[in-house]
């Protein structure tokens, strides 16, 4: 059960941050590639 | 706006309720009614209860390390407008990296922001923001509950979802009602992040009533008709308020 509980804990941590963990991944690319392609990879 | 002279507030000539009839017999007025009551009441009932189950199934990690708290409640730190824009690149279509490998994993990735997905949309983004906020009010609530009470319950031989359902949720009501009553008033009144995701979507499919408000005002020109709008959603938010408070009262804590 306590599995369980972190497994739900980080999933729902990871869904509700998703935008400010995709924020900060874009934030690290060099200017170029964000133009280029600011949101996969 | 530019050709409002204060003349106008010196020698006002009132026209009654012509405005507000103006407004009354407009489509797109009843429709932005219709998605603010829809949508607030959907995130409130979804956040509280999806809050709740959290707080008490969480429970036993979050009053061990309470740091995580920070964590799950980042996203209120977020205001709602940046939210907005970045859920905008995220699930943008051609940039974005959630229909990005949805469909490099799954071969399709639908449209999030096409008229029939819009409502969806915004209504799960408006609960993935805003659930932190009830957890942490459930949270709180769970964890004042006294170890007495629990303790007399588990003589009486109560466990389980019994002993939620019976002692623990029961304490938690009031907490239950605030939580209910701030997020319907958050959802019923949204703005910033629709406007600045979708604006008013296709078709006005995402136009809440504040952005009715708005775009009557700053786009229509037709300050007249959307200052009566705003009368009568405060009037309509007292109105529900008032019985609310008033259901609230009569219930036993």
Do not use: C
Not at chain 2, 216 to 227: D, T
């Amino acid at each position: 059960m306590t599995a369980l509980r972190w497994a739900v804990l980080i999933l729902f941590a990871f869904l509700v941050n998703a935008p400010v963990i995709a924020t900060l991944a874009t934030s690290l690319k060099p200017p170029g590639e964000i133009m280029g392609n600011p949101g996969s990879g | 706006m530019s050709e409002v002279g204060f003349e106008t507030l010196r020698a006002p000539q009132l026209e009654g309720f012509g405005n507000f009839a103006d407004v009354l017999r407009d489509e797109a007025f009843w429709d932005s009614l219709g998605f603010s009551l829809r949508f607030g009441t959907l995130t409130a009932v979804l956040e509280v209860a999806l809050g709740l189950f959290l707080a008490v199934f969480l429970a036993p990690i979050l009053q061990r390390h309470a740091w995580l708290l920070a964590i799950l409640t980042l996203p209120m730190m977020v205001a709602p407008a940046m939210m907005g824009l970045m859920y905008r690149l995220v699930l943008h279509e051609f940039v974005g990296p959630v229909p990005h490998y949805l469909l490099a994993w799954f071969g399709t990735s639908p449209a999030f922001l096409a008229p029939g997905n819009v409502f969806w949309t915004v209504v799960v983004i408006e609960v993935l923001q805003w659930t932190p906020f009830t957890l942490l009010l459930f949270h709180l609530a769970y964890g004042s509950i006294s170890g007495e009470i629990r303790e007399a319950a588990r003589m009486d031989g109560a466990k389980g979802w019994w002993m939620f359902r019976r002692v623990e949720f029961p304490m938690m009501l009031p907490t239950f009602g605030v939580a209910l009553a701030i997020r319907f008033i958050d959802g019923v009144r949204v703005f910033d992040n629709i406007y600045v995701l979708t604006g008013a979507g296709a078709g006005g499919s995402t136009m809440s009533l504040p952005i009715y408000i708005y775009t009557s005002f700053f786009r229509g020109g037709n300050i007249g008709a959307a200052l009566a709008a705003s009368v009568l959603f405060a009037l309509a938010s007292f109105l529900i308020l008032a019985l609310a408070w008033r259901f609230a009262q009569r219930r036993p804590a």
